[in-house]
């Protein structure tokens, strides 16, 4: 079982940056592949970035947004730079056992959220 907490989530100005954390409590970490996804009010939950060995992002968050984890520490990170309203959403840690996916259903483990609220 994997337990997932994430953390770093606020309120920000446009242009503005945060740094969302999630701490995993597993003993293998380095095994699975982590990712971020978002849902936002009335809409469906969304892939923003993923990580194993390599990286995978959203088209509306590349050059903005870096995903990046310390095995040693069991922490996944998203650096959010240049955050605009739409980002607005409450922010998802997932886990997978198997893949490097950009779909919900391919993630076995799931944070509670944080949300991340940009004004304009």
């Known amino acids: 079982q994997v337990q997932l907490v994430e953390s770093g989530g606020g309120l920000v100005q446009s242009g503005g940056s945060l740094t969302l954390s999630c701490t995993a409590s597993?003993?293998?970490?380095?095994?699975?592949?982590m990712a971020w996804f978002r849902q936002a009010p009335g809409k469906g939950r969304e892939f923003v970035a993923a990580?194993?060995?390599?990286?995978n992002y959203t088209e509306s968050v590349k050059g903005r947004f870096t995903i990046s984890r310390d095995n040693n520490r069991n922490t996944l990170y998203l650096q959010m730079n240049s955050l605009k309203p739409e980002d607005t959403a409450v922010y998802y840690c997932a886990a997978s056992r198997l893949r490097l996916g950009d779909q919900s259903y391919e993630y076995d483990y799931w944070g509670p959220g944080t949300q991340v609220t940009v004004s304009s």
């Open positions: 990580i194993n060995w390599r990286t």
């Open positions: 597993v003993r293998t970490f380095s095994n699975y592949a």
